[in-house]
């Protein structure tokens, strides 16, 4: 059973940054296709950004294109989004998902393993 654990989070400032990681044990991880999704209690999870197995793909929600990357190591089974000019809007619960598929997907279905989390609170 594959399990993912989130870390990074934490209180910045508009403007600020953060960088999040996800850290996967297990064997599948080189072969996966990753992403982040995020959720506030106001809101239904929602799609961030993702990278195929390989790291040469990458797509990423309109709200964050051009402010957040992500990438991964495969070789510390560990997959990265840098959050920069981050905004109030950003404050939500960011979870990291592992999927059976070598590409990412936008839809919560399409992965089967979830972290538990990591909080992003970001002051006006």
């Known amino acids: 059973q594959e399990q993912l654990v989130e870390s990074g989070g934490g209180l910045a400032q508009a403007g600020g940054s953060l960088r999040l990681s996800c850290a996967v044990s297990?064997?599948?991880?080189?072969?996966?296709?990753m992403s982040w999704f995020r959720q506030t209690p106001r809101k239904e999870r929602e799609f961030v950004a993702g990278?195929?197995?390989?790291?040469?793909?990458?797509d990423y929600a309109d709200s964050v294109k051009g402010r957040f990357t992500i990438s991964r190591d495969n070789a510390k089974n560990t997959m990265y989004l840098q959050m920069t000019n981050l905004k109030p809007e950003d404050t939500a619960l960011y979870y990291c998902?592992?999927?059976?598929?070598?590409?990412?997907?936008?839809?919560?279905?399409?992965?089967?393993?979830w972290g538990q989390g990591t909080q992003v609170t970001v002051s006006s």
């Open positions: 998902a592992m999927s059976s598929y070598m590409y990412t997907r936008r839809y919560e279905s399409a992965y089967d393993y």
């Open positions: 297990g064997r599948t991880f080189s072969t996966a296709g």
């Open positions: 990278i195929n197995s390989s790291g040469t793909t990458t």
